[in-house]
């Protein structure tokens, strides 16, 4: 699961997505607070879902350290 891009100076966190509704269903199921959503230029994910803090995705049971670089 591809990491956040959490911006320190505007303490904000950016996570793409396919559409706007992506952003509101993270914001539910995560608990995060949805400042604002940025358009992309990519074809695929295009959006930013701009969350309010440094927000994580929750570790996935499969996944292990030795995947992260």
């Not at 990491?3 to 995560?30: F, I, L, T």
């Not at 959503?37 to 959006?47: A, C, G, H, K, R």
């Not at 803090?53 to 030795?66: A, I, L, M, Q, V």
Request: with cysteine; aromatic share 10%.
């Amino acid at each position: 699961m591809p990491k956040s891009r959490y911006d320190e100076e505007e303490n904000v966190s950016r996570h793409a997505a396919v559409d706007e509704g992506c952003c509101e269903e993270m914001e539910q199921k995560y608990g995060w607070e949805l400042k604002r959503i940025e358009e992309t230029s990519d074809p695929v994910l295009e959006v930013d879902c701009v969350f309010d803090g440094k927000t994580e995705f929750p570790k996935s049971y499969y996944e292990t350290d030795k995947e992260e670089g």
